[in-house]
């Protein structure tokens, strides 16, 4: 086999689409199995769309996503560059070696006629809109005036009517068209510029491109390339198509639907690990049910033979699901990292009381890691649904006050105040003794001051075991609590 070069080929029209991860994530896996070259190619030839910033917006997500190119815009490498803007003269080269053979020619079409010729086959019901090849037929001479009196014209292809054009694609097995379907594609518009299907065929030969890994949106326009490598006389690259993506409804995968740019999955903190695995799971497995990957397990079982071809349904809780498990598989060192840099984006940053929060130790925070390390998928919950780590509860979870705190609970609770005051440097089990005894002498049953007294504590109904946020907060700030809840909590 040839050496493996790929390329991720995006349009820079907005930011990273989880569509484009997934053809940049397979085409980098595919690279790395195979000891081959992954290739960053930005292709910008249309103007109209391009949008100012897109370019670092895509080479940061994949960066952050840890898929690094070998070769690229900021990268640089022998084939380059890598903008397409900047290689206009060479489709300018290319484009006349194909008018000379008569593949393609040049159109003088007037905006007007091309709106008048396609009303006319909507009319007359034609599947799609077709040039109908009036500049095929224009003299040399007519031509030559044209040009020097400057009449815009586009060049298109020259699609040969009646022919089968075929294809190998890894995922789709043999494809077929018929080239009476295919439009006379315009390959150099009238700005000068190449359309993306000329450009992508130069530069995918000219960067020795080995396969063309896509999605299969660009199914439809592969046969117009592969008349293009069999007109220059070059060598097609092997093409693999990867299903669409779908909305659990199996309507193709929209923004409508929720979110599709990376970063809004990075906003919303999502671990890249999660996402990176996740999305590879979008059209491939490994031919077992295993779906926890790390980057270098995906790269090891990664093979396009094993891509389906059927649409790929993208579940949030599948990602929300992995998210977890990446989460409770860092270390507690890396947890403790992340949960700095949360608190330091919350809103605890700007609150006058918030400092404290910022400069608790270390061991606090490991401390809190580890009693809610399995009772969250994101860094984010650590701040959210233990909020009682960090500060005291300014209210009580109101069907827990009702259910739980009763005329008699107030009295009860100082008891417990006391008995806990006579606790030095209590651990768990001596709260747990204490509260115990206090049952007992009260004669209730425990659960009447558990309950209590986790609201007291946190303000919530649920969370870990109480004895454990006890000890995490530790006995002064216990009795504090319990004394405001029962100066707070009023009974029903
Ligand atoms: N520029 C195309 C895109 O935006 C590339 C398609 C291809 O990989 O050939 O997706």
Redesign the pocket.
């Known amino acids: 086999m040839k050496s493996v070069r790929v390329?991720?080929?995006?349009?820079p029209?907005g930011y990273l689409h989880v569509g484009?991860l997934r053809?940049a994530l397979y085409n980098y896996l595919f690279a790395r199995k195979n000891n081959g070259k992954f290739v960053l190619r930005i292709?910008d030839t249309d103007r109209n769309r391009f949008v100012e910033g897109a370019v670092e917006n895509l080479i940061s997500a994949l960066k952050w996503c840890g898929l690094d190119f070998d070769e690229g815009p900021e990268t640089g490498g022998k084939l380059g560059p890598y903008l397409q803007s900047q290689r206009l003269g060479i489709y300018q080269k290319y484009i006349q070696e194909l008018v000379v053979k008569g593949d393609a020619y040049y159109c003088f079409c007037t905006h007007e006629r091309l709106e008048a010729l396609k009303e006319e086959q909507q009319k007359q019901k034609f599947p799609q809109a077709k040039y109908d090849k009036h500049c095929l037929s224009l003299s040399k001479s007519r031509i030559e005036e044209n040009l020097a009196n400057r009449i815009p014209f586009v060049i298109r292809l020259n699609v040969v009517p009646n022919q089968k054009i075929i294809f190998d694609d890894i995922v789709r097995s043999r494809v077929e068209f018929d080239s009476n379907n295919v439009d006379d594609q315009v390959l150099i518009k009238s700005d000068g510029y190449p359309t993306?299907h000329f450009a992508?065929v130069v530069d995918d030969h000219l960067m020795e491109i080995s396969h063309?890994i896509?999605?299969e949106e660009?199914l439809s326009?592969t046969p117009k390339h592969v008349l293009l490598y069999d007109s220059f006389g070059w060598e097609r690259p092997i093409f693999a198509h990867l299903p669409l993506l779908l909305n659990p409804d199996r309507s193709k995968l929209s923004k409508r639907q929720g979110d599709v740019a990376v970063e809004d999955y990075r906003a919303k903190g999502f671990l890249k690990e999660a996402l990176v695995n996740f999305v590879a799971l979008l059209g491939w497995n490994a031919g077992d049910d295993k779906e926890f990957y790390y980057m270098n397990e995906l790269i090891e079982n990664f093979s396009l033979e094993r891509v389906n071809k059927s649409g790929a349904v993208f579940d949030i809780e599948k990602l929300n699901w992995l998210n977890a498990e990446h989460l409770r598989k860092k270390s507690n060192d890396d947890l403790l990292t992340m949960l700095r840099i949360e608190i330091l984006n919350s809103q605890f940053s700007t609150l006058p009381t918030g400092r404290q929060v910022l400069n608790l130790p270390d061991a606090y925070l490991l401390k809190v890691i580890s009693a809610m390390k399995e009772r969250v998928s994101f860094v984010k919950e650590y701040l959210s649904n233990s909020p009682y780590f960090f500060e005291a509860p300014s209210k009580y979870d109101e069907s827990s006050v009702l259910k739980n705190w009763k005329s008699e609970t107030p009295d009860q609770m100082k008891k417990l105040y006391e008995s806990f005051a006579k606790l030095n440097t209590p651990v768990k089990e001596d709260f747990e003794a204490s509260l115990k005894e206090t049952a007992a002498e009260l004669n209730i049953d425990a659960g009447k001051l558990i309950h209590p007294l986790r609201l007291a504590v946190s303000g919530m109904s649920s969370g870990p075991g109480v004895y454990d946020i006890l000890v995490i907060i530790g006995l002064e700030e216990t009795q504090k609590r319990i004394d405001k809840a029962i100066n707070t909590i009023s009974v029903i």
């Open positions: 390329r991720f080929a995006p349009s029209t484009g053809t292709e993306y992508n063309v896509r999605g660009w326009s």
